[in-house]
């Protein structure tokens, strides 16, 4: 098995949705969790190769994730964004290369348990 497709497979067995973006927020890459999600649960079609923003269309989430997104590019680890729908905790995590510039970012999901 190549590493490309193992990667997948790792991904596509992660129970959350996983949208990788290019740092001109561009969809590179979505697991099978982000596709089910975004085609079936929300009705949009073939977003790879598309702005994120074409999901985002909210004024205030396109300013939350940019401004998060810069916050990312001056070298933070991962950036909180908010508590969805669903109560789970969402962060924008970001992607360096191995000089450590950042090529992209992805969000990450984590149940919200309030004691």
Do not use: W
Not at 91 to 100: A, K, L, N
């Amino acid at each position: 098995m190549d590493k490309e497709t193992m990667l997948a497979t790792i991904l596509d067995s992660y129970p959350y949705p996983v949208v990788f973006v290019d740092c001109d927020h561009i969809i590179r890459y979505m697991n099978k969790r982000a596709k089910y999600h975004y085609y079936q649960e929300r009705g949009y079609r073939e977003l790879i190769g598309k702005s994120l923003f074409e999901c985002h269309q909210n004024p205030q989430s396109k300013e939350m994730i940019a401004a998060a997104v810069e916050k990312l590019k001056n070298h933070a680890s991962e950036v909180f964004l908010k508590v969805n729908e669903r109560n789970e905790r969402v962060y924008i995590v970001p992607v360096r290369d191995e000089t450590g510039a950042m090529i992209g970012y992805f969000e990450r999901f984590e149940m919200n348990i309030q004691k």
